[in-house]
């Protein structure tokens, strides 16, 4: 198969398809730059949770569950407040009771532009951006300028994603990011649920109090914990609510891997989900864990970051000066 890119409708939305390197990706940029669809036809893997028969507006009404969104402010913040050290916003509480914080951010359902798109010998890629100023309505909470831009390559080893955020105004931009990965379970065609298993770099435990929020306080690994360390957890069939920890890095082929492993116990392929440095957590979550998919999330900071009174090197807060720019990196690929 050549390597190719082009512009189709699928299901009432306008998305960038790629193949290459027997992978093939559609990235539905109308709708926050979602990989809707990772699919390794030569091994027969379906990366993320996908549905053919879905209408756009089904991923539109619920973009955090489908496919790979990148959300921009992820997770929680308490009563919607957030802090930076020249400012304080105050987000809409979008998470009613009992919790009552904002969630989740806004970029993963805007209409992002696509800047270029193509293909060679080696790859194809599509480069996508959203222009985050006055118009969008959000901005009346966030009145920070920023310009985020994603870069997608498809290749035999697998999709890259870059990401990177430019500060354009005049205050520091607080930043935090996570990927909402929603992973279809069986991904290996004719799998079945009961054989994946799931490995995550877990180093301590991060405690949530009832609000789904940090209480500072972290802990050591109990068995139920450690299932996860040892790749003997079963992501699905069983419910998994924000299962949160300090990430560490692991193995993979007797290689430093900074990133989640699902394997297929039958087939024994492996889908595999590396990170840059800069996502130092994980959150695992699975919707009840009978809706055939899960959600190993990195995260760049911990929930509700910029309210803690932890340092940035304990809870990954961080801002960009004016001017300046963050980037993040990720990689997903099938291993036999």
């Known amino acids: 198969m050549n390597n190719s890119t082009q ?4 299901n009432g939305t306008t998305c960038v398809r790629l193949q290459a390197g027997g992978y093939e990706a559609l990235i539905a940029y109308e709708i926050g730059s979602n990989v809707i669809r990772l699919r390794d036809n030569t091994n027969g893997v379906e990366f993320f949770r996908f549905d053919p028969d879905n209408s756009a507006d089904v991923i539109r009404n619920s973009p955090e569950v489908w496919g790979l ?4 402010l ?6 919607g407040v957030l802090k930076t050290s020249d400012n304080e916003y105050h987000l809409p509480v979008n998470e009613g009771a009992p919790y009552f914080n904002h969630i989740h951010g806004f970029i993963h359902k805007r209409v992002h532009e696509v800047v270029e798109h193509g293909a060679d010998s080696n790859c194809a890629w599509v480069k996508t951006r ?5 118009n969008d309505e959000f901005f009346q909470y966030l009145p920070v300028r920023f310009v985020a831009e994603y870069t997608f390559t498809l290749s035999e080893n697998g999709m890259d994603q870059d990401i990177k955020f430019t500060n354009v105004s005049d205050k520091v931009l607080p930043m935090s990011l996570a990927s909402h990965t929603a992973i279809k379970a069986p991904f290996v065609d004719g799998g079945k649920e009961s054989d994946i298993r799931l490995t995550v770099p877990a180093g301590r435990r991060c405690e949530l109090n009832e609000r789904w929020l940090p209480t500072e306080r972290t802990k050591s690994l109990t068995m139920y914990d450690l299932e996860y360390k040892t790749g003997s957890k079963c992501p699905v069939l069983q419910d998994i609510n924000n299962d949160m920890y300090t990430g560490e890095t692991a193995e993979l082929d007797h290689e430093k891997f900074h990133g989640i492993i699902a394997e297929d116990l039958a087939s024994g392929k492996k889908l595999c989900y590396q990170v840059s440095d800069e996502y130092m957590f994980w959150i695992i979550w699975n919707d009840g864990g009978f809706n055939h998919y899960f959600c190993p999330e990195p995260m760049t900071a911990m929930i509700n970051a910029a309210n803690l009174s932890l340092s940035g090197e304990a809870s990954g807060k961080r ?10 990196h990720q990689r997903f690929f099938t291993k036999l």
């Open 7 to 10: 512009l189709i409708n699928w």
């Open 130 to 134: 959203y222009v985050y100023d006055e």
């Open 74 to 79: 992820p997770n929680r913040f308490a009563d």
């Open 69 to 72: 969104p990148t959300l921009y």
């Open 319 to 328: 801002e960009i000066k004016p001017g300046e720019e963050f980037t993040a």
